[in-house]
């Protein structure tokens, strides 16, 4: 059995937005659109978190402190 994907967005997720607002009402529809299809499951990519750490220590730590912020549930 397949589960249908939910797609919610944290309060301040696009803070560092730096675009129009009908940039980011477009964004946000071609996000819901990707995981609604399910296309968003193919267009993902897996993150090693400690070759980030490496690559980009700064990028690293703000994914690292959002992921500790948000709660999740595994059903």
């Not at 690293?60 to 709660?71: E, F, G, S, V």
Request: proline share 4%; no cysteine.
């Amino acid at each position: 059995m397949n589960k249908k994907l939910t797609l919610k967005f944290a309060p301040g997720a696009f803070d560092d937005f730096d675009g129009t607002q009908e940039e980011l009402d477009q964004l946000v529809k071609t996000i819901q659109e990707a995981v609604d299809s399910g296309e968003i499951l193919q267009m993902s990519q897996e993150v090693d978190l400690d070759e980030l750490a490496t690559e980009d220590p700064e990028l690293a730590d703000i994914l690292l402190t959002r992921l500790a912020d948000t709660p999740r549930r595994l059903n």
